[in-house]
């Protein structure tokens, strides 16, 4: 372990990129969890001898740990804190509100002191392990306040921020009480990304209109001299990762197996989501369903298969949409299957990454409908594992992704019928319709991998202040 004040990089995130497991023995031990963003940056935490700052998502005491092949420091967070700062301000209050406030963000003062307290914490760690002139890059709405109260503490540091969901509008942002201290706790970074331009571009307005700075296109001049760029890094996937699993012999034999189980179909449909009510998933099977009440699919002949893996269930909210879910394809499927035959196939569980790329090679048609969402790396791994150039995308408008994917049949996720629509004519493409769309959508995808983007990004924030700080080292070059 890199003793205190001796990393050159830190990573700051709400979650540790390690899971607590018990092993078969009853001992307990850690497991990489799957996430991209551990993908992504592993390999540049290793190049720099990196530490990561996180939640362990325990309630235990967990001191710093070697684990790998990464340097990891657990942050603690009491059962209140859980509660107050991360069901509560990060994903009842700042979730939905920069979703387009799909659901009701809630407003508590005591939730908001909660998320200071934690920003803090995390902000105390960061300047204690970074070495003189580290490199410090934290992650996510959780920790909005961390580059500020870090820059505070440790002004020689070169400070990025990355946020992984969208930056609503100025007209949605005014409504948060605390706006002005968010808007001046990302300043405390030299670089604050953004998965889309449209997204750096409400950032900077709302900068000049409630904080009062002066800005230039995508840059904030602060009174203190130092500059803040605002830009997008289009967040990707380990695309050689996903194509090398969905090519292995195991993968092609359980793709097989589960269109077996489905009856084999001729066509089949599918949707990847954590259940959040952001992703569309109730607009999408109701869309499906009514495709078969109208007879234009049948149930002997095409099956919608919904994998929700559960999410936040402590957040009512969320609690709420399960049930809505679990009596819509109840209906459903009362409605409109027939025995052995439902319309969909719905599993609220959690699987391995060999099982996903094997639900994407079999899926004729797979649909992504998020309301809003930043990027959606579902879309992506979709289509990394179909090297065979086809499978048709169904993919919405809101989501980040569908300013790369452009040949996917895009739709408004607010609008049924153009669903309806969207979702027959991509069933029915004809062979050479859907494998010209594929290879343009696999281009873009193999072309601009995560490892790229985590590249690209450090790479800006060492050009941001070049005299400033020491630089990291790249993984690929650019
Ligand atoms: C946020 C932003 C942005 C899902 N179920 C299982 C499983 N997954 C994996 C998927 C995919 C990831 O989880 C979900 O990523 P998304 O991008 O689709 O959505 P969010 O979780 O909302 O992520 C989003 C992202 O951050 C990155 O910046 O794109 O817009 O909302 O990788 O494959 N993986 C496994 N089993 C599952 O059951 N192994």
């Known amino acids: 372990m890199a003793n205190s004040g001796s990393a050159d990089l830190v990573i700051v995130a709400n979650r540790l990129p390690v899971d607590r497991v018990t092993n078969p023995d009853g001992s307990s031990g850690w497991r990489r969890s799957p996430g991209g963003l551990v993908t992504a940056v592993e390999p540049v935490m290793r190049a720099n001898d990196g530490i990561w ?3 362990p998502g325990t309630d235990e005491d967990v001191e710093p740990f070697h684990d790998q092949g990464m340097d990891l420091v657990p942050i603690a967070l009491s059962e209140l804190e859980i509660e107050e700062f991360y069901e509560g301000f990060a994903n009842a209050t700042l979730w939905p509100l920069y979703h387009d406030v799909v659901a009701k963000p809630e407003f508590h003062r005591e939730w908001w002191d909660a998320y200071v307290r934690v920003n803090r914490r995390f ?3 960061a300047a204690k392990c970074a070495a003189e002139g ?8 959780q920790l909005q306040l961390v580059p500020q109260m870090l820059r505070e503490l440790r002004p020689d540091l070169r400070i990025g921020f990355f946020l992984h969901i969208p930056f609503p509008p100025a007209e949605l942002f005014q409504q948060l009480p605390w706006r002005r201290q968010l808007l001046e706790g990302l300043l405390g970074a030299d670089l604050v990304g953004f998965q889309l331009p449209g997204a750096a571009q409400n950032f900077v307005r709302l900068v000049r209109q409630r904080v009062g700075h002066k800005t230039h296109r995508d840059l904030v001049y ?3 001299g130092r500059t803040v760029r605002a830009a997008a890094f289009p ?3 380990d695309a050689e990762g996903f194509e090398t699993l969905a090519r292995s012999e195991e993968v092609e034999k359980r793709a097989t197996e589960i269109r077996d189980a489905l009856g084999n179909p001729s066509k089949v449909f599918l949707g990847v989501d954590r259940l959040d009510y952001t992703k569309g998933i109730y607009a999408r099977l109701r869309a499906f369903a009514e495709l078969i009440a109208d007879g234009e699919l049948d149930v002997e002949d095409a099956v919608f298969v919904q994998v929700a893996t559960p999410s936040r269930e402590e957040v009512e909210q969320y609690r709420i949409l399960r049930d809505e879910i679990d009596r819509l394809v109840g ?3 009362g409605d409109l299957g027939r025995i052995g035959r439902p319309a969909i196939s719905y599993l609220h569980s959690s699987y391995p990454r060999e099982e996903m790329a094997a639900l994407y090679r079999c899926a004729d048609v797979m649909v992504v409908t998020p ?7 579902v879309a992506k791994e979709y289509v990394a594992c179909r090297f065979d150039n086809r499978g048709a995308l169904v993919l919405s408008e809101f989501a980040g992704a569908a300013e790369e994917l452009r040949q996917a049949w895009l739709v408004n996720p607010y609008d049924i019928n153009g669903m309806k629509s969207a979702l027959l004519e991509a069933g029915r493409a004809e062979d050479k319709d859907v494998v010209r769309r594929m290879k343009a959508m696999r281009k873009q995808v193999m072309e601009n991998d995560v490892a790229a983007w985590a590249d690209s990004f450090l790479a800006e924030l060492a050009a941001v202040r070049p005299d400033h700080g020491k630089t990291v ?4 070059q650019l």
């Open 222 to 224: 602060l009174p203190d």
């Open 371 to 377: 309301y809003r969402d930043g990027m959606n790396l």
């Open 134 to 141: 580290a490199t410090v890059w934290v992650h996510d709405y």
């Open 53 to 55: 700052i996180g939640w």
């Open 473 to 476: 080292r790249p993984v690929k």
């Open 331 to 333: 209906r459903i499927n």
């Open 123 to 125: 902000a105390e760690q």
């Open 235 to 237: 967040i990707s996937i």
